[in-house]
């Protein structure tokens, strides 16, 4: 079949892949294909209204955000700002798309308000905790040791967003990922440096953009940053394999990243499947494992404890103890139960003296159909 003759709008797509632009994020994604990104994870300014310099009690001046980039006139100046550019990021996303926007407490809610005023859906609020965080150093506060990330849908009831569940559990060790993640912030060897100091004030470590992208995007898809910063998105986007698109409007910050990023090893394929559950993986009916000779009409299942044998018809139904249907609901007949899984219920004779749950049968079709090698 040939393939499809690509569009204008592929085209400009495909020329800003792995690239970062330098300009004005709103201008930009704007220049972008409508509904063509499949993630955007924002790192926006803070507005922290510092006053005044700084100091450690050892009256050392700490390295705080002052940047201009960080500065705003007023609130109404930084929600002018903020309107204009999730209005842009939300034109640009696909209607399955999500948005991660992360803050403190200086701009983390009115940027919540906006965000909801221009219809994205809150999926998460999630707390990263840091377990290093800097302390409060004039002692009339409590430290401030966590920021908020907003996770949230481009629209409420639109087509079903990506969510990795099972392998945030395995990366939990086969706990539900809850919405606290305690990690640390970036420092040491990850942190860059230029001249002996730090090449962004505001740098985020790689553990936690690689835990955003891991659960809500897959290998393939499309990641935008619209505050590229020093880089920190692509680098991790590049090593799970998705595509990424940075914007930044300082010149010497995507210079930096280019470097960064340049450096970064691409996973293989392999090493980037993740953990699903049995929901998303192929339906195989148990008349399939009969028609594929599998399993011969007339074989004889058992159950674990030796109690209850049923034996396979043609159709792919099973008669046991006067009972005929569907493995499940044979199955919860010689239970006396209300219902039952027959994948794990009912074993075979595997040829070798040994009995297995016919579930290894459906497992072997499907990776068949994945093209992957049963043995």
């Known amino acids: 079949m040939a393939r499809p003759t690509p569009t204008p709008q592929d085209s400009r797509l495909d020329s800003v892949l792995g690239t970062v632009q330098v300009g004005d994020c709103v201008q930009i994604m704007q220049s972008l294909p409508e509904a063509s990104i499949d993630i955007v994870f924002a790192d926006p300014p803070y507005n922290l209204q510092l006053e005044g310099e700084l100091r450690r009690p050892n009256d050392s001046v700490v390295d705080a955000v002052d940047d201009a980039w960080d500065q705003f006139a007023d609130f109404a100046t930084y929600d002018a700002f903020t309107r204009a550019w999730l209005t842009a990021a939300r034109r640009a996303l696909k209607p399955n798309g999500t948005l991660w926007v992360i803050g403190s407490y200086h701009n983390i809610y009115r940027v919540g308000t906006i965000l909801q005023d221009l219809g994205y859906w809150v ?14 150093f004039r002692g009339r506060r409590f430290t401030n040791a966590h920021e908020t990330l907003l996770w949230c849908a481009r629209e409420r009831g639109g087509p079903a967003h990506t969510f990795n569940h099972h392998a945030m559990k395995a990366l939990n060790d086969d706990l539900q990922m ?40 897959d290998v393939g898809d499309v990641v935008l940053d619209p505050f590229f910063g020093s880089g920190t998105t692509g680098a991790v986007a590049k090593r799970l394999r998705r595509r990424w698109i940075g914007i930044d409007r300082d010149a010497g910050y ?3 990243a280019r470097d960064r990023i340049a450096a970064v090893r691409e996973g293989d394929t392999t090493s980037l499947e993740i953990s699903r559950g049995k929901r998303e993986e192929p339906r195989v009916p148990f008349g399939q494992v009969v028609e594929r000779g599998l399993l011969a009409p007339g074989a004889v299942l058992y159950d674990h404890r030796g109690a209850a ?13 006067g009972a005929t249907g569907s493995i499940h609901s044979v199955g ?13 219920f009912w074993l075979f004779d595997s040829g070798n003296g040994a009995l297995l749950p016919i579930d290894v049968l459906r497992q072997r079709i499907r990776a068949e159909m994945a093209g992957q090698n049963p043995n």
């Open 178 to 217: 809850r919405s606290d993640w305690f990690l640390p912030v970036c420092s040491g060897n990850e942190r860059i440096k230029v001249d002996g100091k730090k090449a962004h004030a505001t740098q985020k470590p790689e553990a936690l953009l690689h835990r955003v992208l891991l659960s809500s995007s």
């Open 254 to 256: 995507a210079a930096i």
């Open 123 to 136: 999926l998460n609020d999630v707390i990263w905790r840091k377990t290093n965080p800097m302390p409060n």
């Open 309 to 321: 044998r049923a034996r396979v018809r043609a159709d792919g139904t099973v008669v046991s103890d």
């Open 332 to 344: 919860a007949h010689v239970q006396g139960a209300s219902a039952c899984n027959g994948w794990d």
